[in-house]
């Protein structure tokens, strides 16, 4: 089992690569659905790790998968610009897997 990146960031990239870590850099919403769909279905990827500014792009595919699917697991890390707002994803987890809204 492995680790996989998708980042909109080539420093990212090479800090990953730096700790084995295989990824690809991309930009375009339809780019990231891509990669994204294609890392998911490889049995050897254990944790795709995917940059914040990208699970924007992309963020109903993201939750689908992370609610409906048990492998791999899907970690939002923060890009270089750090915006994460992490209280405010998890209430967002809450409320799509429970309908919950706190």
């Known amino acids: 089992m492995r680790f996989y990146l998708i980042s909109d960031n080539v420093d990212t990239q090479m800090g990953m690569r730096l700790a084995g870590i295989e990824g690809v850099v991309v930009h375009e919403s339809e780019e990231v659905k891509k990669a994204l ?6 049995k050897e990827v254990a944790v795709v790790l ?4 990208l699970i924007k792009l992309c963020e109903e595919m993201v939750y689908d998968y992370k609610l409906n699917r048990r492998q791999p697991l899907i970690v939002e890390i923060p ?15 809450i409320e799509s ?3 919950l809204k706190l």
Not at 37 to 42: A, L
């Open 79 to 93: 890009d270089r610009h750090a915006t994460s707002n992490i209280t405010g994803i998890i209430s967002k987890y």
């Open 97 to 99: 897997a429970i309908g």
């Open 50 to 53: 995917m940059t914040e500014k």
């Open 37 to 42: 769909s294609e890392v998911m279905e490889d």
